[in-house]
C-alpha cells in the first residue's frame, strides 16, 4: 500500500506563489518494474476534479496541463520520497483542494482512473 500525505497548502493574493508537498510512505517508487508516476489533480467547489501535472518517478519526464503550464512546475525528491508542486503566479481559478496522486504502467497518463492511491488533499485559495 502507498500512502500519500500532502501539505503546503493555504492562502495567499493573485500573482503570489506556493509549494505543495506530497510525503509518500509505504513503499518505494524506485522499482523500474513498476513504472510509478506521480500526479497533481485540484477540485474547485462545483467542479469535476482535474489534471494539473504528472512525473515519472524514475527519469523524471512530465505533463502539465494547458491551464497551468510554464506557471507551475512539477519536481521530486528520490531520496526523501516526495513529490513537489512549485505553484507561481496564481490566479483566483486555481482555488482548489489539491490532490496528489500515484500510479503505474507504461504511459504517464492525465486520467484519473489510472491512479490508484491518493492524498487527502491541501486547501489552496486564490484571492483577488
Known amino acids: 500500500q502507498v500512502q500519500l500525505v500532502e501539505s503546503g497548502g493555504g492562502k495567499v493574493q493573485a500573482g503570489g506563489s506556493l509549494r505543495l508537498s506530497c510525503a509518500a510512505s509505504?513503499?518505494?517508487?524506485?522499482?523500474?518494474?513498476?513504472?510509478?508516476?506521480l500526479g497533481w489533480f485540484r477540485q474547485a467547489p462545483g467542479k469535476e476534479r482535474e489534471f494539473v501535472a504528472a512525473?515519472?518517478?524514475?527519469?523524471?519526464?512530465?505533463y502539465y496541463a494547458d491551464s497551468v503550464k510554464g506557471r507551475f512546475t512539477i519536481s521530486r525528491d528520490n531520496a526523501k520520497n516526495t513529490l513537489y508542486l512549485q505553484m507561481n503566479s496564481l490566479k483566483p481559478e486555481d482555488t482548489a483542494v489539491y490532490y496528489c496522486a500515484a500510479g503505474s504502467g507504461v504511459v504517464l497518463t492525465t486520467a484519473r482512473r489510472d491512479y490508484d492511491y491518493w492524498g487527502q488533499g491541501t486547501q489552496v485559495t486564490v484571492s483577488s
Open positions: 512525473i515519472r518517478w524514475i527519469g523524471g519526464s512530465y
Open positions: 509505504g513503499r518505494t517508487f524506485s522499482s523500474y518494474t513498476m513504472n510509478w508516476f
